[in-house]
């Protein structure tokens, strides 16, 4: 089973940032994590040069920062205090940079986190779309990151949806899924667009006797069961249950075995984002996506299409980078 040892919160102290705090213990209560914070103060260098220029008797580095950061601290320690269990509390970490989604990203590998969380919007985020730098740390960041809107409960988690273009590098979100599936007690849902225009399903032969949808479920499957065999994953396994469309995920641990409900779901539609956030709207609590597909380039096919999902869907959204070296 995965493992979810360091988890990093990114947080701007704002409301919506404060949703991500309360799932942050949740994941860790269950994996043993440990939990730390990281706030970014944005520089403004043109606020300090403009303050040189007038004769304002102020310096940003010597008399406004301090102040800040001091503030920031105690705003992460009251957090962690008020959210994050002692056996789970780290540390927190208050930086100074131009560009806060790098540092985040930056820290994040660096120091050997497992998984990002923060909230989908900050202090200046829409209704609309993720804040400019959740956006940011997704499209950038190479290990999951976790956004979180407003109206996402810990404890609603029913079902998880796992987007795929049947690819090798399309599953590489599906063991963080079943991880958090068993964690939540959630059902995990496998959908799969079969694009107007072409998509990577079309390799995949069609058996006349059992129609085109259900020879794509098995396909799906058997890849999905060649992926977990490949990568050495050998505590999750994959039953059929002689239903159409519905298997069964066999998570082991020692001589204990929990069973969680795979659902394959396959729509036509012409846009593959467009038919992800709409079934996920309606039908899931948490959508778990890679973000590379069978191309396996960035902002190419599934990578795109994870970008647009991460940036519009209003549930929360776990995008999963591809692991080191499959690119």
Do not use: W
């Amino acid at each position: 089973m995965i493992e979810i040892k360091k988890i990093l919160v990114a947080t701007d102290f704002s409301t919506d940032a404060e949703v991500s705090y309360p799932v942050a213990q949740k994941i860790a209560s269950a994996f043993g994590s440990t939990v730390d914070f990281i706030h970014v103060i944005p520089t403004s260098k043109y606020l300090n040069e403009s303050l040189k220029k007038i004769g304002v008797p102020l310096d940003l580095s010597r008399d406004i920062y301090p102040k800040i950061i001091e503030e920031a601290e105690n705003l992460a320690e009251h957090a962690m205090d008020s959210f994050i269990s002692g056996a789970n509390r780290g540390t927190y970490f208050v930086k100074i940079d131009r560009k806060p989604s790098g540092t985040i990203v930056d820290h994040a590998e660096e120091n050997g986190y497992d998984l990002v969380i923060m909230g989908a919007r900050g202090k200046h985020g829409t209704k609309l779309l993720r804040g400019g730098t959740t956006e940011k740390v997704i499209r950038n960041s190479k290990i999951p990151v976790f956004s979180i809107d407003e109206s996402f409960g810990e404890t609603t988690i029913r079902n998880i949806l796992v987007p795929t273009d049947t690819s090798m590098l399309s599953f590489a979100a599906f063991p963080l899924a079943a991880a958090l599936a068993n964690t939540f007690g959630s059902d995990i849902t496998f959908f799969n667009v079969i694009e107007l225009y072409g998509s990577a399903s079309e390799d995949i032969p069609r058996n006349p006797k059992k129609g085109e949808l259900v020879s794509i479920h098995e396909e799906l499957i058997k890849r999905l069961n060649d992926y977990l065999s490949d990568r050495e994953i050998d505590d999750i396994h994959i039953q059929d249950t002689g239903v159409d469309f519905e298997n069964r995920i066999v998570i082991t641990s020692g001589e204990e075995a929990k069973a969680i409900s795979l659902f394959t779901k396959i729509e036509k539609g012409i846009s593959a984002h467009y038919e992800i956030e709409r079934f996920a709207e309606e039908h899931s609590d948490l959508v778990v996506i890679a973000t590379h597909g069978h191309s396996g380039f960035a902002h190419l096919i599934l990578g795109s299409t994870a970008e647009k999902v991460a940036q519009y869907i209003s549930k929360p959204v776990i995008t999963v980078p591809p692991e080191k070296g499959r690119l």
